[in-house]
């Protein structure tokens, strides 16, 4: 019995270890974003940042999503995300994320900013900033 115990109890911490640090991109997407900032592709005199309450957003709940732009619902379905690195305009993805199965998009998500990148910036691309409500 005392054998069982010794080998169960290691492998009883680490996964008690990894399920404690285990707080995935999904997690982190939960909830609503707003857009704040487009760089790239600007039409020369307006601005480049957003308001609170534009209505530029996307809403995560799980693995699902919806998006609005001027406060109408354009887009619904589900999202997979994908940790993985890509150097970008001048940062960097940390995650690729994939929209209803279709061409995958990369993305940074650091504390309460999204940043999608479309492109490059120079080849006619663009990033948007969200942030968490």
Known sequence: MKNIFKLTLPFMLLLTIISCQKNSASDELNGTWELRHIE???????DPNFKAGNGNLFKFEGQNFEKYNDGKKVETGTFTITPEEMPINNRKANYSIT???????????????LILFNGMI??????????KK
Do not use: M
């Not at 790239?40 to 307006?46: K, L, R």
């Not at 929209?99 to 900013?113: A, C, G, M, P």
């Open 122 to 131: 120079a080849a006619d691309g663009t990033e948007s900033t969200y942030e």
């Open 40 to 46: 790239g592709i600007q039409v020369a005199g307006v």
């Open 99 to 113: 929209f209803n199965n279709k061409e995958k998009t990369y993305v940074s998500l650091i504390e309460n900013k």
